[in-house]
């Protein structure tokens, strides 16, 4: 659906760089709910040079569209690597998935994993992939050196995104953005915040893996000083209204400092994702909020425009909504993954021009 990623954005100097075996074969376990396959879809919409196929239990009902593959059919056609394409609530790996993940190492894959819960943690497959020689990668691992916040402004420019929800765009919009900047001839670099970013983008910092008091710190860490025309482009995460994810959305805003904010929503969304008795919040409120919390650490912050995940909806409908949302918020408004002149009329506003 979308094409690789400008070399400009995935390449370069990458706080918690790594060296990932590809290609994968993405594993989506027992998913039923396309948000908490987060991690697989991503993989195949920004790094779909690297997807071979996909592997899931017979109760799993989503699916990426890439051929269904067993793990010796994967390596087979020269997969390295079996890659646990689920984001669930907690990061954990259930029992019912180690047969799964065995039959992998089994058949001469490594296991790449950005869980919480870690892979080689796991006793089964710990001593399986050391019998075997293979490799347990577990991605969301934040570097050992990270310090508290300093809250001193940083040379360079910076975009984050912010959402009214998590898992509704705020990391598709960040790498369409990275990838329309670096296409205008700007400076840019994608910052990865959580595991599927890190994946795509081969290094970040996993902010929800860093303890509390050091996560701004860790923003701090991700967009260093840089040129003056530089912008460092950061995935955002969770929500600054969200009962279990403000906490990460609001030490991630103080420690970005962004000089740009796009706020992202979802047109087909009512209530806060696993959380049905939170109403989705309206964008205007998530604006105003960033702003006003944003301010204390960069006093220049303003929005760019909004993001709306229109997936749900018809073409028609989605541009009708588009249009009638810029109109009320005065704002460009667009769906990064259609594009058009939406879009590029949010890019040009997020430059200033």
Known sequence: MHERLNQQIVEGEEAGALDLPTPYLLFLGDSTDPAYAKTACGLHDWAADKCLGEYKLPSATVTTGLPFLTPAEAAA????????????????????????????LDAGLDLISGMHDRLTAEPLLAERARRLG?????VREPPPDILVATGVRRSGKRLLTVGT???????????????????????????????????IAGGGIPLDAVVADFVAGAAEMLSPDAAGDHWDVIEGQGSLLHPAYSGVALALLHGSQPDVIVACHDAGRAALLGHDDYPLPPVEEIIDLNLRLGARTNPGIRCGGVTINTSSLAAEAADALLEREADRLGLPVADPIRGGTRFAQLVESCLGQ
Request: glycine share 12%.
């Open 134 to 138: 293979r490799r347990l990668i577990d």
């Open 165 to 199: 929800d998590c898992a509704l765009g705020k990391k598709y919009s960040a790498l369409a953005l990275a990838r329309a900047f670096a296409a205008l001839g700007v400076d840019a670099q994608f910052r990865a915040t959580g595991q599927t970013g890190i994946m």
């Open 77 to 104: 056609r020269g997969a390295r690597a079996l890659v646990i394409g689920v984001a669930n609530s907690g990061g954990v790996i259930p029992p019912d998935w180690r047969p799964a993940l065995v039959e992998a």
